[in-house]
């Protein structure tokens, strides 16, 4: 029997086989079900993507001004510009929230908040490219006057970078069209975070309550800022989450790293005792709008493609790298950005609510995954979208749930039948790319064209894995998911030394699956073999090892090659099982 999936044909062994794939298959949803559950929902301003260039000083109101529209559902719910406070609980769990991460400050957080308060904000974000960092620096001319702790506290008057008349980087520089893409979208009138603080005038925690602790370098400057110098949502913030996607944009290959430094420099604004866990929050959500909508005007695309281009050939491949990395540990930096998203507060309404793909957030993740379409994107920012519920979480359009930490690092959950279509020949992510999240949902993943997808979670969809072109590196114990798996063209490569097939196993003539000679793939199912078989002997083998065990075996492989420096090992086939064994 034959089942097609779009173009792809793999042979099945007996009508059980083919009905449980059809009955999984079957509750995947629909195309048109996803294209609805993905559709962008209107807010009272529009779109955020279409509105942003009204965001304009003399537009002082919702009604006119988009940056303070933004948040009619989340901080106008719990704070009038007259002082009125609509949610006291919510306001004093900030300031208490504020009290206590700037009580628990470390040396290097004193130091890094001292720097991120002192730097201009783009110049802040550099630290996110990691070992790129100095090749940065040196190739776009960036400065700054701030690298340590002064020796006494700053008086009154000090200028920070940009009160210094510093520019923070040059847009004639070897990475100019970087640097230009950056400036264009954080470093305009339609950036700024200042008309929505003025609309609100929520006051700054330091001056709310004493025990706000102030970076004692810092005290006499923050005490000499104006009374309307306002908290919510916070400037630094914004332009931080502006200047970290532009950045990833154009360098994707630092994406998560990036977005990981956006959000410490919201972070660092409460250790300095400068602004509040709803105002950085805040300045999260503005700045993720601001972003998209830059990338979405097609009046930008070429200043985009231009910044993508720069960095791929002057940045990628520089010379002048440095081994220091703040944010080389995966784990660590999703730990830190979860707990940003909501700073401890607990939901105040529903977490059962839907998720909401803003229109036009797709393109946050364009070059982060270049091999899926715009529709497959969103599906990726549905998937790994934030509980409902949480205080700032609740905007019309879904900024505030949007998780850019976890849509790096692909689909959260396959809701219909997702294919995968990469091409090696492009280079970057197209040639070779890592899902990291534990994929859910009722859906298949179909591998075409060429190029190698490692799948990295403890995957549950339910579909099952079919590859017909390229290759799919499984690095998980359950990466292939709950379903079945048929292989017609292309490989499998195991890289965990156990891989569990939950269904049925399919191998046609013309794929290929790569071994250790440790390794070992339980089918819960039949097993119908066929292509070619590659064993690689990195150790001696014990006297006898399982390869393959299956429900039942029909078949056996056309080929099998054993690579490696021991000699004499063979495949040996029982009715359920494929052994490695010595001659």
């Known amino acids: 029997m034959k089942l097609m999936v779009g173009s792809f044909t793999v042979i099945l062994s007996g009508s059980a086989l083919l009905a449980n794939q059809k009955s999984a298959q079957a509750k995947a949803h629909s195309s048109a079900k996803v294209e609805k559950l993905l559709a962008p929902h209107k807010a009272s301003y529009g779109y955020y993507v279409d509105q942003y260039l009204l965001n304009r000083k003399e537009n002082d109101t919702p009604d006119t001004n988009p940056s303070t529209a933004l948040f009619n559902n989340t901080f106008a719910k719990f704070y009038k510009g007259d002082g009125t406070k609509l949610n006291p609980k919510i ?56 690298y340590n702790l ?45 008309n929505a603080k003025q609309f609100y005038k929520y006051i700054r925690p330091f001056r709310q309550d004493p025990r706000v602790q102030v970076n004692p370098y810092l005290k006499a400057a923050f005490d000499a800022t104006p009374q309307n110098d306002y908290d919510f949502p916070s400037g630094h913030t914004t332009q931080a989450w502006e200047t970290g996607l532009s950045m990833a944009y154009a360098f994707p290959e ?13 972070y660092d604004r409460i250790l300095v005792g400068r602004h509040s866990p709803l105002a950085v929050m805040g300045g999260r959500i503005l700045g993720t709008a601001v972003a998209a909508s830059v990338l979405n005007n097609s009046q930008n695309k070429d200043i985009a493609n231009k910044a993508y281009q720069n960095a791929q050939s002057v940045l990628l491949h520089s010379k002048v790298t440095k081994s220091k990395d703040d944010y080389s540990s995966y784990q660590t930096n999703l730990k830190n950005f979860e707990y940003r998203m909501t700073y401890g507060y607990k939901p105040i309404s529903s977490t059962k609510e839907k ?80 899902w990291r999240n534990n994929i859910s949902g009722s859906g298949a993943l179909i591998k075409k064209g060429t190029g190698n997808l490692t799948l990295e979670g403890a995957n549950t969809y339910q579909g099952g894995t079919f590859i017909e072109g390229g290759t799919i590196v499984a690095a998980n114990k359950d990466a292939l998911g709950s379903g079945s798996f048929k ?23 013309h794929g290929t699956i790569r071994v250790n000679g440790d390794s070992r793939i339980n089918v819960k199912g039949s097993g119908r073999l066929g292509g070619k078989l590659v064993i690689n002997l990195k150790s001696k083998p014990a006297k006898k090892h399982i390869l393959f065990k299956f429900g039942s075996r029909h078949g056996k492989f056309a080929h ?20 490695l064994v010595k001659s």
């Open 91 to 146: 306001l004093q769990e900030n300031i208490d929230k504020s009290i206590k991460i700037s009580e628990n400050v470390t040396p290097a957080e004193e130091l890094r908040s001292y720097i991120t308060d002192r730097q201009d904000s783009p110049y802040d974000v550099i630290r996110g490219l990691g070992p790129y960092a100095e090749a940065f620096i040196e190739n776009s001319n960036a400065k700054t006057l701030f």
């Open 487 to 509: 292989l017609s063209d292309g490989t499998l490569r195991l890289a965990a030394k156990t891989v569990n097939v939950k269904g049925s196993y399919a191998q046609g003539k």
């Open 355 to 434: 998720m909401r793909v803003p229109k036009g957030a797709e393109v946050l993740i364009q070059t982060r995954f270049p091999y899926l379409n715009a529709t497959q994107r969103r599906e990726v920012l549905y998937t790994t979208g934030f509980k409902s519920g949480y205080p700032m979480g609740q905007d019309t359009e879904g900024w505030g749930r949007l998780d850019l930490f976890k849509a790096g690092a692909g689909f959260g959950s396959l809701l219909g039948n997702t294919t995968v279509n990469m091409n090696s020949k492009r280079g970057g992510f197209n040639a070779s790319d890592t």
């Open 560 to 579: 099998v090659k054993v690579s490696g420096g021991y000699k004499g090992w063979h495949v040996a086939y029982t009715n359920n099982r494929v052994e």
């Open 150 to 194: 002064p020796t006494s506290e700053l008086p009154a008057d000090t200028k920070d970078d940009p009160g210094s008349g510093i520019t923070w980087a040059d847009d004639s520089s070897k990475l100019g069209s970087m640097v230009n893409l950056v400036d264009t979208t954080a470093l305009w009138y339609y950036s700024s975070s200042g």
């Open 254 to 266: 630092r994406f998560q790293q990036l977005v990981t430094r956006s959000s410490e420099v919201g």
